[in-house]
């Protein structure tokens, strides 16, 4: 990412389709063509992993799985492993600007279990077994994992019997030979996952597209990662988490955000050469040419709250794994290009490991504006080559919605360091903005293009219910906003 270069911001989960939410399909494609026609070179998606309570791409059941919401159905009709009756008549959710977490958990997974029995019955089942055995090392874990939530009722599996708690090997080779078809249809489902992405993935390559990958530094503690590997993470002995992550009290949140996660063991990870970090990031490797690591500031030093506490004032920073992490990636992961969320209320040892580590951190525009201080280092004169410019991310408010509701001064100076003029566009002047740094990158989030206000916000930190929702709808990325992105990319040296 040594040159100047635009792409845009969507999740698959905002594409537009016939079932409630967006998937690997025609839709998928099609936004590929408009990247092209766009003069566009990054797609950037949010993880693409199994979403967990909350519909958050970044509480998964597995680091290493897909999200089987988005493997498309229609697919499945052209291969023959469903028909046209199978998908009619089913409730996706009534509003298509916005996904029906609901009614899709409700529906989904009853269709592709029809799908799963035909592919058995008259489907390439020799290149599932490849797959399985190529991928063994997680999706064994996964496939159990999933199996034994079910056969639970969805419970975290802190809550299963003993047995399946602690992983007792003779209650799970049991559980296994009496439910092999079950184990199957999650490994199944991870196989369709992986061939359909890589389509996608090849199609968009082949077109100049490179695609921008999400991984969120901390997994879910209820996840198969967690519960096979719990040596992994600060646990006692009986498997109870000592501290858990968050972020203390910020921009976004006066309580500090208390996500929960259970935090790593570094000393134990240290060990054996950080292999789990070196596997998980090999897979994002597989999946992206580009990946951005959420929360990067954490590797440097990390917020630790004791687990039980109501808020996240409780916590504490203590050092991370820093750049003795990151010799043995770089070392393995030979010239992969990886992006650090270095957003936040960052310390001294953080712009230590950014500079020691070459990676490039991110730039938000809507962060700008609260001071004119010459020494703000969100102001655009501030910035360096090597970073990535966004107006802001899928956290933030689109532009049109942070214009009403920043405060009275932030609109005041934005509209005088943009050089706005009234009656012109805002969110086109702002993306100009955003064009016309020094970042190397710059990515746009497909509502700023489309100047949709703060209804179409993905998601707000700290807060649950009504996250993740918005969708593209039909026709609303046509030729006029293709040559308008087109005409911005060329004017600031960033085409394609």
């Not at 989960?13 to 003069?39: C, K, M, Q, W």
């Not at 082949?206 to 969120?216: E, T, V």
């Not at 209820?222 to 203390?248: H, I, M, Q, Y």
Request: proline share 5%; net charge negative.
């Amino acid at each position: 990412m040594d040159k100047r270069e635009t792409g845009v911001l969507l999740h698959i989960s905002s594409l537009p389709s016939n079932h409630g939410i967006g998937t690997f399909g025609r839709s998928a494609y099609e936004f590929v063509d408009f990247l092209v026609e766009a003069g566009q070179t990054y797609w950037q998606v949010l993880p693409l992993g199994p979403t967990s309570y909350g519909d958050s791409p970044y509480q998964s059941f597995s680091t290493f799985a897909g999200n089987p919401y988005f493997i498309d159905l229609d697919f499945f009709v052209i291969d023959g492993f469903l028909s046209e009756s199978d998908l009619e008549g089913i409730n996706w959710g009534t509003e298509p600007m916005y996904v029906d977490y609901a009614h899709i958990y409700e529906n989904r997974f009853d269709v592709l279990r029809k799908a799963y029995k035909n592919f058995m019955e008259k489907g390439p089942v020799d290149l599932l077994s490849a797959y399985c055995e190529k991928e063994a090392e997680w999706l064994d874990n996964y496939a159990l994992f999933m199996a034994l939530k079910n056969l639970h009722g969805g419970k975290c599996w802190r809550e299963w019997e003993k047995p399946f708690y602690s992983r007792n090997k003779r209650a799970l080779a049991k559980f296994e030979k009496e439910n092999e078809e079950e184990l199957g249809f999650w490994k199944f489902l991870q196989y369709e996952f992986n061939r359909q992405w890589k389509n996608l993935k090849n199609y968009a390559n082949d077109r100049g597209i490179k695609i921008i990958g999400d991984l969120p530094i901390y997994v879910a503690d209820d996840s198969s990662d967690v519960w096979a590997s719990p040596e992994l993470f600060d646990f006692d002995k009986e498997r109870r988490p000592r501290n858990v992550a968050g972020v203390p009290p910020d921009y976004f949140s006066e309580n500090g955000q208390l996500w929960g996660n259970p935090i790593y063991n570094w000393k134990k990870q240290k060990k054996d050469g950080y292999s789990w970090w070196i596997k998980r990031l090999s897979s994002c490797r597989e999946k992206y040419d580009v990946l951005r690591i959420d929360h990067f500031r954490a590797f440097a030093d990390y917020y630790c709250i004791p687990f039980g506490s109501e808020t996240a004032k409780t916590g504490e920073w203590k050092t991370g794994p820093g750049m003795d992490l990151f010799s043995r990636v770089f070392e393995e992961l030979k010239g992969y290009p990886i992006i650090a969320e270095d957003l936040g209320d960052l310390s001294p040892a953080v712009f230590e490991l950014l500079e020691e580590s070459g990676l490039p951190g991110m730039k938000i525009l809507e962060f700008a504006f609260g001071s004119d201080d010459s020494n703000n280092s969100c102001l655009p004169y501030n910035f360096g080559k090597n970073c990535v410019c966004y107006p802001g991310t899928h956290d933030n408010m689109p532009v049109a919605g942070w214009l009403e509701t920043a405060s009275e001064f932030e609109v005041s100076f934005c509209k005088e360091y943009i050089n706005y003029k009234e009656g012109e566009d805002f969110c086109d002047a702002f993306i100009r903005a955003v064009l016309g740094t020094p970042c190397n990158t710059a990515i746009i989030a497909m509502q700023d293009w489309l100047g949709t206000g703060k209804y179409t916000r993905m998601n707000t930190p700290s807060t649950s219910g009504g996250n993740w929702q918005w969708r593209l709808l039909k026709g609303q990325t046509d030729s006029e906003l293709a040559e308008r992105m087109r005409h911005h990319a060329k004017i600031y040296g960033r085409l394609r």
